[in-house]
């Protein structure tokens, strides 16, 4: 079992973490969560995985179909493991193989959280 505490961008309602940058200061509580997923994102490899799964079709992907990073098969699942950690993505074992999806609502959450005002 594990002692892995998920950060979540979202809370169960499904609201962003946090409102944009420019609405006002961050509390000492979404500084931490959005930090997680900054720095979750921070690395090029999590970076490219991220993006590999979002651009995927459904924004889903295989592990077979993404590990193309130039890194081998155990730092990939290093990779994804913190991704999952962070909130960024979900993942499904389908016989020998785990799918990746990018957790609902991330992409919008991220969005709001960089939005600019009119």
Same mark, same amino acid.
């Not at 079992?1 to 950060?7: D, E, P, R």
């Not at 994102?41 to 179909?65: I, K, N, T």
């Not at 962070?86 to 959450?109: K, M």
């Given at each position: 079992?594990?002692?892995?505490?998920?950060?979540p961008?979202?809370? =169960?309602?499904?609201?962003?973490?946090?409102? =944009?940058?420019?609405?006002?200061?961050?509390?000492?509580?979404?500084?931490?969560?959005?930090?997680a997923?900054?720095?979750?994102?921070?690395?090029?490899?999590?970076?490219?995985?991220?993006?590999?799964?979002?651009?995927?079709?459904?924004?889903?992907?295989?592990?077979?179909?993404?590990?193309d990073?130039?890194?081998?098969?155990p730092?990939?699942?290093?990779?994804?493991?913190?991704?999952?950690?962070?909130?960024?993505?979900?993942?499904?074992?389908?016989?020998?193989?785990?799918?990746?999806?990018?957790? =609902?609502?991330?992409?919008?959450?991220?969005?709001?959280?960089?939005?600019?005002?009119?």
């Open positions: 079992m594990s002692n892995v505490k998920v950060l961008l979202l809370e =169960p309602d499904a609201t962003p973490c946090c409102p =944009p940058l420019t609405e006002r200061p961050l509390t000492a509580e979404e500084a931490v969560r959005t930090a997923m900054f720095k979750a994102l921070g690395d090029p490899v999590r970076l490219r995985l991220f993006s590999a799964v979002a651009s995927h079709e459904g924004q889903e992907a295989c592990v077979c179909d993404i590990s990073v130039g890194v081998s098969q730092t990939v699942s290093h990779h994804l493991k913190k991704l999952r950690e962070a909130g960024l993505l979900t993942s499904e074992r389908r016989g020998t193989w785990v799918y990746y999806r990018v957790a =609902p609502d991330v992409l919008a959450a991220m969005a709001a959280l960089l939005r600019t005002p009119a």
